[in-house]
């Protein structure tokens, strides 16, 4: 693979069953070089295969989240139709019967969410609420300023949300009036869910004295008058012990099922819970599995024929498990497989879902009643004609704690001759509280496509293990649970797993070894070249280099207390220790920094701090910045910048451990050098 092929990727996401189950909608995303943007539409198929999928969108404005209407006669979008007033849209279109799509609505902000009432005549989402002071003008030195009252000012990918909260509206779905709003600002909503008998909504929300000071959301129930006006304000079910996401009422109406967090003792894994809707009185039904129940795909809970279905995150995988609902039995595997499954929708008989492999392009697929698979799309089947890839190996290394092994690959480069030697990068993964999974990976596949032999692996503070795995890398001072602290035995586990794929296979050079992450794992990146001096060159991206500023600075400001258990004001010393920027005099490796502009997660001036010490130090770095993009940058960035960040990276590593550079049409100074 070559970083230009980037634009040739295709993916599929978010399946939806109709209530028939003879129908599943999805998302196709397409990415657009030439245009350097996104294609985006909803697609049908034919759940028993018989008739090949079909795009029902074009694909031009961004068209997603689909969700059917009650009867499945019909089925509701989001879309950006009105791009050139800067408007987001949402739309109805009739599926097997005639008619027009519809607009249901226009607004400055995204729709997200959108979710049908029971009787099919009323739309439900969230989306965010400009304040007043947006009313003066399009231009900011024309407006107030704005004034700042609580933490999460900022988000990432959003921009300022203190004077746009996240609210739930709700709106007729024949677009015959504008949307209400049932639940607004200052607080931040959502997950909107409608109660069985259309009178209620329950959403997530943090509604009380000081709610920006921790992290807990409860449920609330909203009561809704017949033309879903509110009765009244929001009211709280739950009782800010626990924090709560994705309600799903039962089929009758008695119940909620959430995904539950304690967020007050971090890294903590999410749980499945259920509340009876009366009393409050919650159980939790995952507890035996000590896994992380809400990987960064999972959708609501489930309800399906008294059992509740939910996604697991287990060793590198994505699973689908099924627990019943009343507690009376522990959670069972429904669909696993070395993949991860990152939708799933399961109606009638039919259940859909979508995977992807190491090596495959995330497609659709129906497990049938008796344990049998079909795949409904091929969307990646001409990339992978056109690019080949390389398998990776799994293998484990017992962790120098003694409590486990750890999971770790390598992706060998192809057609490497007998005998010859190869460069390695090592690469570490954000977080810390992620994992690395059994998923296509473009990444991996571009530095294998260079030359380059991929390892990777999810030390301690990784999910996809125990809770005690994962608070491992809590430090040493934290009153509960304490660990080792960042930079510990995470740091450990890596060298540890390099270590053993190079006496693995002695085809993998020593002497070339790079390492490199992105988030956290830039962290582990500027703190393992400040401790160690075995790395040929090095890749610190949007990374963490000063763990007090960013406390800050990022847009989740006051985070780390959680996570270290003690805050930067009264463990100073704790945060200045563990932070690579206090190491930077002892850097010899060269190193690359890479960050976007407009990060709010790791602002930009964590890679600012790093780059103008190792330059005042007379070190070898190169930095580069990249304009109008966020956190995200590597995953969903805009696809030009996506393919010059591989080409910086290649291009560096290709200079100082060997690799193949690749050949770059823009202006930069390889091109000249």
């Known amino acids: 693979m070559k970083p ?6 295709v993916t599929t996401s978010d399946p ?26 909803v697609w049908l198929a034919a759940a028993d295969g018989s008739t090949a999928p079909y795009p029902l969108t074009t694909g031009e404005h961004g068209d997603g989240q689909p969700r059917w209407s009650p009867d499945g006669r019909r089925l509701a979008f989001t ?4 791009e050139e007033k800067g408007l987001h849209t949402l739309h109805v279109v009739p599926v097997g019967i005639a008619g027009e799509t519809i607009t249901v609505c226009e607004r400055e902000e995204a729709i997200e969410e959108p979710v049908w009432s029971p009787d099919g005549t009323r739309i439900a989402f969230a989306s965010r609420q400009r304040t007043g002071r947006y009313g003066d003008g399009e231009d900011e030195r024309g407006r107030p300023p704005r004034r700042i009252d609580r933490l999460f000012t900022r988000l990432d990918g959003e921009g300022w949300i203190v004077d746009r909260p ?7 779905a024949d677009g015959s009036s504008t949307p209400r709003l049932v639940a607004g600002g200052p607080y931040e909503h959502g997950g909107p869910a409608w109660s069985p008998d259309g009178r209620q909504l329950a959403v997530a929300t943090s509604r009380g004295k000081d709610w920006d000071l921790d992290l807990v959301q409860d449920i609330h129930l909203i009561d809704l008058g017949p033309a879903g006006t509110p009765d009244a304000d929001p009211r709280a079910l739950t009782d800010r012990g626990l924090s709560h996401s994705r309600p799903s009422f039962s089929p009758d109406g008695t119940r909620i099922a959430t995904l539950t967090e304690d967020v007050r003792l971090l890294p903590s894994h999410a749980q499945l819970a259920v509340t009876d809707v009366a009393t409050g009185e919650q159980q939790i039904l995952t507890a035996a599995l000590d896994r992380q129940c809400a990987p960064p795909s999972a959708r609501d809970p489930l309800w399906h024929d008294g059992n509740l279905l939910f996604s697991v995150e287990e060793h590198g995988s994505v699973h689908v498990y099924r627990v019943p609902a009343d507690g009376s039995g522990q959670p069972e595997l429904l669909v696993g497989g070395t993949r991860l499954i990152s939708g799933f929708d399961y109606v009638g ?13 995330p497609e659709v697929f129906v497990r049938d009643e008796d344990g049998t698979e079909r795949q409904l799309t091929s969307v990646g089947a001409a990339f992978h004609a056109a690019v080949p890839v390389a398998e990776p190996e799994h293998f484990t290394v017992p962790s120098p704690a003694g409590d486990g092994d750890i999971d770790a690959w390598v992706v060998r480069p192809p057609g490497v001759p007998d005998g010859a030697r190869v460069p390695v990068l090592l690469s570490i993964h954000g977080g810390p509280m ?19 032999a991929v390892v990777y692996c999810n030390p301690h503070g990784s999910t996809g293990h125990t809770d005690a795995w994962c608070r491992a890398i809590r430090p040493p001072e934290a009153p509960d649970a304490p660990g080792t602290g960042w930079g510990g035995i995470d740091a450990d586990d890596v060298l540890a797993v390099l270590d053993a794929a190079l006496e693995r296979d002695r085809s993998l050079d020593a002497e070339r070894v790079g390492v490199l992450g992105g988030s956290y794992g830039g962290y582990l990146t500027s703190w393992l070249i400040g401790h160690t001096d075995r790395f040929a060159a090095a890749c610190s991206e949007r ?10 600075s990022s847009d989740v400001a006051g985070f780390f207390r959680y996570e270290f258990g003690l805050s930067h004001l009264d463990a100073p010393e704790l945060y200045q220790r563990i932070s690579p920027i206090t190491y930077v005099r002892d850097i010899t490796t060269p190193v690359l920094i890479l960050h976007s502009e407009d990060d709010l997660r790791c602002h930009i001036e964590q890679a600012d701090q790093l780059y103008v010490a190792l330059r005042l130090l007379g070190k070898t770095v190169e930095y580069w910045r990249f304009p109008e993009e966020g956190h995200e940058l590597s995953r969903s960035g805009s696809p030009r910048h996506r393919v010059q960040r591989a080409e910086i990276i290649l291009d560096w590593f290709g200079r100082h451990l060997g690799g193949e550079r690749p050949q770059i049409a823009w202006d930069h100074p390889a ?3």
């Open 543 to 552: 990374a963490v280099n000063n763990v007090s500023s960013l406390e800050t």
């Open 79 to 82: 879309s950006r139709r009105s």
């Open 16 to 41: 939806r069953v109709s209530p028939d189950g003879r129908l599943v909608a999805f998302v196709v995303t397409r990415v657009d070089l030439e245009k350097n943007r996104y294609r985006r539409a």
């Open 671 to 673: 091109r000249t050098a």
């Open 4 to 9: 230009a092929d980037i634009g040739q990727l």
């Open 349 to 361: 008989g039919t259940f859909a879902f979508v995977a992807a492999t190491p090596t495959t392009l």
């Open 166 to 172: 996240r609210s739930v509206f709700v709106v007729p």
């Open 434 to 452: 992620a994992q690395y999974t059994n998923s296509w990976f473009d990444e991996f596949q571009l530095w294998a496509g260079a030359g380059y």
